[in-house]
Every structure is written in structure tokens, then in C-alpha cells.
């Protein structure tokens, strides 16, 4: 009985033991979480070991990813410690090699042992069990190590068993880690094609707005200020400037600018001197000022330390035309993203600036063609006034009454007024206006001035003029240019009249149709020649005339033009008839007026 009683003890004793050993597996099992750090992860295995083969002390041995060397893990009175060590040397590198269980009771004993760590370290190993640890897919992923069992000097074979089982779920537990390592490291580098991708979006967006500033805008002004707005937007700035070098003198002038804080004109000036933008320019090379430390935070205006991006603007021959500031981002600086941002930005500006410059000389080379005609439309029609000026000159002496000789020097006057007020015209030009001088003028005053002016000057040439006048009251015009559409036709007429032997007849009627101010003049010569019929109102068109510029009749479809009307001509071989009719919504209303007598 007593043997038997014994007996059953020691199965109790077993199985109290084999419970215990179980619990702490699956309590160990529990703290194997794939998704602690690897580090933590690591001590957790390391710590089980120790504990569930009653140990001294542990390493672990995970085999490096090229199979040849095993990095080792301990813990060594709370400092983990790592050593690299080839896969072949050492019982661990056994264990590993072999992928078997390897149970030393006294190291000293076996050839494979190392005694030189325990010299080192003052530790003395006497019994090593070392286990593989094999994952569910048959891969080694290393070996776990116990040095000395407590209590009892060597490990026996339930300390072998316990660790083959943690061995197993270590494995495991590390093969999940590393699993869900490289699903954590793949999706970060989704995440960061998406960051990519949407950064090439928010580029491919501004530059298209870019684009369509430089498209719309009038000037190099304007489509530098849109640009820099974009950008400040976009990179969260609250200050910025687009500075501009001259080439020649290398001083940067602001030509755009934007602040919140600051009136626009003192943060230019600040931009201007700010050693960011000259450096930029000098060195042709960006300025990233990230925090105040830098040498050119101190150079900053404004109260508070400032974070700013200069990038300089790509010229010719690695000279840059200018720089982008930009500063005080709203987040906590400027990122590589806005840095590149703005460096693509530059490079655009850089173009949209070739672009408008290029512009602009085209359009100084057509105002130029067109100053040229200009010119020669005033040198035209200076002919009329001077003719009718030195007509009245040679009238003056011979003329007994003093009344005609007053009113010969009136319109002598009046004829330096219209040659002034072609000088002015070309000025104006000149200062890139195309004004027209609209005024107030009484159509019965102004029509029958301009019928004794041309009587005068047209009786030598044997031509009488006629006013019909079925308007009267005032219009408002440009009196100098219709002065001039007038002159111009009556010579017309009087060229074609000359070839008539009994002289004939230039007639001009001022009428109203609607609300249109309607100007007839007419001829009873021989109608206009057929070849130039098509192209009457084209520059240099003449047509059987000794001294024909063939100006006359450009100016008048111009003098036309200018105050929104047409004109249009009736011609047969007994007359011509020029047809001029000027809205009235630009004039003022005429008062209605009976009929002539
Ligand atoms: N009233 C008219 N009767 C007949 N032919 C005309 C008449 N007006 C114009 N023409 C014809 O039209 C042509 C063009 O006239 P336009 O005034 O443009 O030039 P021009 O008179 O030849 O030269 P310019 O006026 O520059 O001295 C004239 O050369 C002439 O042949
Ligand atoms: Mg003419």
C-alpha cells in the first residue's frame, strides 16, 4: 500500500506539474502578439524561456535573412545585448545547422562551446539546452537558448519538451511579426504613392492655372501677381514676391507681392533688401530658411521669427532673371513637396516671362508700323490748312474792306487749330492714346464755316459747294477729324471735277435718319474709276492722278471708324455720292429742327 500510495503521489506530482506546464504555455502563447514591437516581442520570448525551463539566463539566435549568420538577443542584467555569429560555429549555430534539440549538461565538456564570452563576461556556463525554432512553413527562424537550470544543474527532459513547445510558438509568433512587418512597410509605400501622386495632381493643377494667367492676362504684372497668389495659396504662405533682376545693372525690383500682415508697400521694400532674394539671384540657387537660427532669419523683417523659400527664376546662361519668396508658412514651415512646388513653379514663370516679354516687343514693332501710318495721315491732310492758310495770306493785302480782312485772319486761325490738332492727334500716339475728342458742336455754325472755308479754296478750281443743312442744333463729335473727312472729300471731288470744262458741283447735306446723324456729299462728276472701286477705302489706292497718295480715302473710313459709323458710296458716270452716318447714342440728341428754306 505504502509503495502504491507513493506510487500515486508522484503520478499526482506529475500531473500537477504537467498542468502547471501547460498554463504557462498558453499564458506565454498569449503574450507572443505578433503586433507588440519586435523589440518587445523579443524580451517576451526571451523572458518565457527563461521562465518555463527555469533558467538562468536566455538568448535568442534569429537567423539572418541571407541564412548565414545568426544575430543573438539576450538579456544580460536588463541590457539587451546583441552579437552577429556564423551560422556554423557555436552549440546555437549546432542547433541551427542541425535543426535538432541540443541538451549540454556541462559545456566545458563539448568541443563546440566557446569559453571566451564567459571569460568576458565573468558568467560561468555549466548546462545548455538549445532548441530550433521552426516555423509552420518548415523555415528556420532561429534557435532559443537556456543556460543552467536552476535548482538542478542540468535540463531535463520536460525542460526539453516545455521549450520545444514555446520554441514552436515563438516561431510562430516572430514568422507573424515579420508578416505583418512587410504588410505595414507595403502599405506605407502605398500611402506614399498616394502622397506622390497627389502631389503630381496639385503641380499638374497649378500649372495649368499658370497656363491659362498667362493666356488671359494684360501685362507681366498681372500674370505675376495671379502666379504668385496661386502659389501662395497652394504652399499656405502668408507673404510672398515675385522680384525681377535687370540683367544689366543685377538690381531686383518687386513686381508682384502679397502679405497679410504687412501693407503691400513696406513688405516690398523689405522684400527687396532682404539678403534671401539677392543671394538667390547672386548664386543662383535656392534659400530655405526653416527656423531663426539661420544667418538669414536675422535679416527678416517683422516681429516674429520667420520660416521663408527663395527660389530663383531659371535665365539664360545660368543667370537667374529673379526670385520667388516666399514666407511664414501657416503650418509649421515649407516641406520638401512645397520646395519642389515652387521650384517647378519658377521654371514656368521663368517661360510665362519669355513669353510676355516677346509679347510686349510685338506689340512696340505694330505700334511702331502703326505710328509710321499715322504719321503719314497727318502729313496728308496738313496739305488742306496750309493751302487754304497761304490762300487767305495772299488775300489779305489786296482786300480794301477791313471786315473780309478780319474774317480772313479768323479763319486763318481756325486752320492753325485743325494742323494743331493733328500734331496733338500724333502725340497722343506717340504716348500710346488714340484719343478721339468728343465735343459738343453746333452742326449750323460748324458746317457753314466748313462750306465758306471750301468755297474759297475750291473757286479757283472752278467748283461750287452747296450746304444743305435739314439738321440743325448740335451733335457731339470730334470737329477736327470730321474737319478733315470733309476736306478730304471735297478734294476728291474737286480732282474729278477739274476734267469737267464748265466746273461743277460739290454738295454736302446734313440730315437725321433715326438716330443716326446722316452726312451726304455729292458730285456730278464723271464717278469713280471701276479699277479701284473695290478697294476705295484701302491705304495707297489712287487712281488717275499725277500727285495721288491715295491716303484720303483710308482717313476718312478711319475718321469713321473712330466715331462708330459707317460710310458707304453711290457712283455712276453723272456723280458720285459718299454716304456717312454716326450714331447718336455716342452724340448728344439733336433738338428736331424744321426742314431747310
Ligand atoms: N468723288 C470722286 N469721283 C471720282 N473718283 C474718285 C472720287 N473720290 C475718289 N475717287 C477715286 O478714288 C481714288 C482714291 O481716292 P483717295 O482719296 O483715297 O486717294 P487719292 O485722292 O488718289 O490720293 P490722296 O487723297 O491721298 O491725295 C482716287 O484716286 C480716285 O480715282
Ligand atoms: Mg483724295
Given amino acids: 500500500m505504502g509503495s502504491n500510495e507513493g506510487a500515486e503521489s508522484d503520478v499526482d506530482l506529475a500531473l500537477a506539474k504537467e498542468r ?24 517576451r520570448i526571451l523572458a518565457a524561456a527563461k521562465r518555463v525551463a527555469e533558467a538562468e539566463r536566455a538568448t535568442l539566435y534569429l537567423l539572418d535573412i541571407d541564412g548565414r549568420t545568426l544575430h543573438s538577443h539576450a538579456t544580460q542584467g536588463g541590457t539587451p545585448t546583441t552579437i552577429v555569429l556564423p551560422v556554423d560555429k557555436g552549440i546555437a549555430g549546432a542547433c541551427a545547422t542541425t535543426r535538432a534539440t541540443i541538451n549540454v549538461p556541462d559545456a566545458y565538456e563539448d568541443a563546440r562551446f566557446d569559453r571566451a564570452w564567459d571569460i568576458r563576461t565573468g ?47 515563438a516561431a510562430v509568433a516572430l514568422e507573424a511579426a515579420r508578416m505583418l512587418a512587410t504588410l505595414v512597410e507595403q502599405n506605407r509605400s502605398l500611402i506614399e504613392l498616394r502622397a506622390r501622386l497627389e502631389r503630381s495632381l496639385r503641380e499638374r493643377d497649378l500649372l ?17 501677381d495671379g502666379t504668385l497668389a496661386e502659389l501662395a495659396r497652394e504652399c499656405r504662405a502668408r507673404a510672398g514676391c515675385i522680384a525681377l533682376t535687370d540683367p ?12 497679410v500682415d504687412e501693407p503691400g508697400a513696406l513688405l516690398a521694400r523689405a522684400v527687396a533688401e ?31 521669427p520667420r520660416t521663408m523659400l527663395v527660389v530663383p527664376l531659371p535665365g539664360e546662361g545660368g543667370r537667374a532673371r529673379g526670385a520667388i519668396e516666399l514666407r511664414d508658412s501657416t503650418e509649421r514651415g ?14 514656368n514663370v521663368s517661360t510665362g516671362i519669355e513669353l510676355a516679354q516677346a509679347r510686349i516687343e510685338r506689340e512696340r514693332a505694330s505700334r511702331l508700323a502703326t505710328l509710321g501710318k499715322t504719321l503719314g495721315n497727318v502729313l496728308h491732310d496738313i496739305r488742306t490748312p496750309m493751302s487754304v492758310i497761304s490762300g487767305y495770306a495772299q488775300l489779305m493785302p489786296e482786300t480794301e474792306s477791313k471786315e473780309d480782312r478780319r474774317k480772313y485772319a479768323q479763319s486763318i486761325v481756325r486752320q492753325f487749330a485743325l494742323v494743331q490738332s493733328m500734331i496733338a492727334e500724333l502725340l497722343a500716339f506717340v504716348r500710346g492714346e488714340n484719343a478721339v475728342l468728343f465735343q459738343r458742336v453746333p452742326l449750323d455754325g460748324f458746317f ?16 461750287r459747294v452747296e450746304l444743305v443743312l435739314r439738321e440743325r442744333g448740335a451733335a457731339r463729335i470730334d470737329p477736327a477729324k470730321i474737319t478733315r473727312l470733309v476736306h478730304n472729300l471735297a478734294r476728291n471731288a474737286a480732282d474729278a471735277l477739274a476734267a469737267k470744262r464748265d466746273g461743277g458741283t460739290f454738295t454736302i447735306t446734313v440730315g437725321r435718319e433715326g438716330e443716326q446723324l446722316v452726312l451726304e456729299f455729292a458730285d456730278d462728276g464723271p464717278g469713280i474709276p471701276e479699277a479701284v472701286r473695290s478697294k476705295l477705302f484701302e491705304s495707297f489706292v489712287t487712281q488717275g ?19 462708330h459709323g459707317t460710310v458707304h458710296v453711290e457712283t455712276s458716270d453723272s456723280g458720285t455720292r459718299f454716304t456717312v452716318k454716326i450714331p447718336l447714342q455716342t452724340t448728344q440728341s439733336l433738338p428736331r429742327s424744321s426742314d431747310q428754306p
Wanted: charged share 25%; no cysteine; aromatic share 2%.
Fill in 20 to 43: 502547471e506546464r501547460s498554463r504557462t504555455l498558453r499564458e506565454v502563447g498569449l503574450l507572443l502578439d505578433s503586433t507588440v514591437p519586435r523589440d518587445e516581442l523579443l524580451e
Fill in 248 to 259: 544689366i545693372t543685377g538690381i531686383s525690383t518687386v513686381r508682384a507681392v502679397r502679405g
Fill in 448 to 463: 457753314n464755316e466748313l462750306a465758306d472755308v471750301l468755297r474759297r479754296d475750291l473757286a479757283a478750281r472752278n467748283v
Fill in 545 to 563: 492722278k499725277r500727285d495721288g497718295t491715295g491716303l484720303g480715302l483710308a482717313i476718312v473710313k478711319k475718321v469713321v471708324d473712330d466715331h
Fill in 123 to 169: 558568467f560561468r556556463t555549466r548546462a545548455v539546452l538549445a532548441v530550433p525554432m521552426i516555423a509552420p512553413d518548415g523555415r528556420l527562424v532561429g534557435v532559443v537558448q537556456v543556460l543552467n537550470r536552476i535548482g538542478q544543474g542540468s535540463f531535463d527532459a520536460d525542460d526539453v519538451a516545455t521549450l520545444e513547445a514555446l520554441a514552436a510558438q
Fill in 208 to 224: 495649368l492655372e499658370i497656363e491659362q494667367l498667362l493666356s488671359r492676362a494684360d501685362s507681366l504684372d498681372e500674370f505675376l
Fill in 274 to 304: 532682404s539678403s534671401g532674394i539677392s543671394h538667390a539671384v547672386a548664386h543662383d540657387e535656392l534659400v530655405h530658411v526653416g527656423d531663426d537660427s539661420s544667418p538669414y532669419a536675422s535679416a527678416l523683417p517683422g516681429p516674429t
Fill in 334 to 347: 515649407f516641406n520638401s513637396a512645397d520646395q519642389s512646388l515652387v521650384e517647378l513653379v519658377a521654371a
